[in-house]
């Protein structure tokens, strides 16, 4: 029995250690925490079925996955934009068609969803795109004017591309269509880009889309991310060296649990202390760190310069938030992830909304005290 209890107790002071070492710099944001007795807030269901464009028939469009939300703020209700997956019989990744489905909180940890996706690919100017793969991975931000930006990927089963859309109802949508299509003479449009991360600000209680020198900045990309400017939100220019290639300004690390990729997630926050950018984080074993299993997702924070977004500051050694329970390590992605894409302030509290491996959606929360 003393044997046991000793177990416990180092058992709980490496819990605490751990979590005391993921927050060990001022900075960063969080701790985020899990709600007791967490569970998913969006699940796969059959419940709902909807006409598909594309082919005419009635479909089941989130039947087999729920996963990787934005979120935002809207009549005083978070909105959470999340990539749904029919069921077709097998769960090979990116072999499905992808759709963004919606649903909405007054404390944003209960959901009631629509019946319908809010975004799609249609029968429309982006088609060739879009199609049949679909629009996956969300992120969004609001314009002081109220304008809403949604980045997302493009898929056409032959090059993902990063793409725009903006609307002032989360329903009506303008598609921009992919952002680096005219940016030098289309030299990155058949480049796979994705993951558009565009910096935003707290501005009475609400994230906005921040300007830094009169442009707005968007992080981007895998396996690294890069990092792009705009006067609008809609036609976007990448960082380029002066040899006219991109710049990576945050790589993946031999020996940290970063060490296989590293992916923007939610919108970057403009803080005092710099621009926090938290991100998606994948491990390698044999090159990163063993106890973490290999290929598997985490999260990480890291700080760049609020004069010079491209100038990296700081950045974190552990992960601030990793999979831990079932649901986060089961799924089609069946290494396990905990992927960041939704950050809001609401209520007093910032949510970070993000999937579980490549399945369902969760929701861990921070009180905004360090």
């Known amino acids: 029995m003393k044997m046991k209890l000793l177990g416990m107790i180092s058992l709980l002071f490496f819990v605490v250690m751990s979590s005391l070492l993921a927050q060990d710099k001022k900075w960063m944001m969080g701790p985020f925490e899990r709600p007791t007795n967490a569970e998913p807030i969006i699940t796969p ?45 097998e769960k090979e990744i990116g072999g499905h068609t992808s759709r963004i489905g919606m649903a909405t909180s007054k404390d944003g940890f209960n959901f009631n ?41 493009q898929w056409n089963r032959e090059y993902p591309r990063l793409a725009v859309a903006t609307s002032k109802d989360l329903r009506n949508w303008e598609k921009h269509g992919p952002i680096f299509k005219n940016f030098g003479e289309g030299k990155y449009h058949n480049q796979e880009t994705k993951s558009g991360a565009i910096v935003s600000e707290l501005k009475n209680g609400k994230l906005i889309a921040a300007k830094i020198h009169g442009k707005y900045w968007m992080y981007f990309g895998v396996p690294h991310i890069w ?50 950018v938290l991100y998606n984080a994948g491990n390698q074993q044999n090159l990163g760190v063993k106890d973490l299993g290999n290929r598997l997702y985490t999260g990480g924070q890291a700080l760049f310069s609020k004069e010079e977004p491209w100038k990296l500051l700081d950045r974190t050694d552990v992960p601030f938030l990793k999979p831990e329970l079932p649901f986060e390590k089961s799924g089609q992605y069946v290494d396990g992830t905990t992927f960041i894409e939704g950050l809001v302030h609401y209520g007093g509290k910032w949510l970070l909304y993000y999937g579980t491996a490549d399945s369902m959606v969760g929701v861990v929360s921070w009180d905004g005290k360090n």
């Open 45 to 89: 269901t059959d419940a709902t079925s909807w006409k598909d464009p594309m082919t005419g028939k009635m479909v089941r469009w989130e039947s087999m996955a729920t996963f990787n939300p934005a979120a935002i703020v809207m009549d005083d209700m978070v909105h959470v934009l999340y990539r749904a997956e029919e069921k077709l019989g």
């Open 113 to 153: 969803r629509e019946n319908a996706p809010i975004f799609y690919p249609d029968d429309d100017n982006q088609k060739e795109f879009e199609w049949t793969g679909g629009v996956e991975d969300p992120r969004i931000v609001v314009t002081e004017d109220g304008t809403y930006v949604l980045t997302y990927t």
């Open 227 to 276: 990092l792009a400017s705009s006067d609008d939100l809609i036609q976007w220019s990448p960082v380029e060296s002066i040899d006219e290639n991109l710049v990576p300004v945050l790589s993946p690390r031999p020996g940290y649990f970063d060490s296989w990729l590293v992916e923007a997630g939610p919108p970057p926050v403009l803080t005092e202390n710099g621009i926090v």
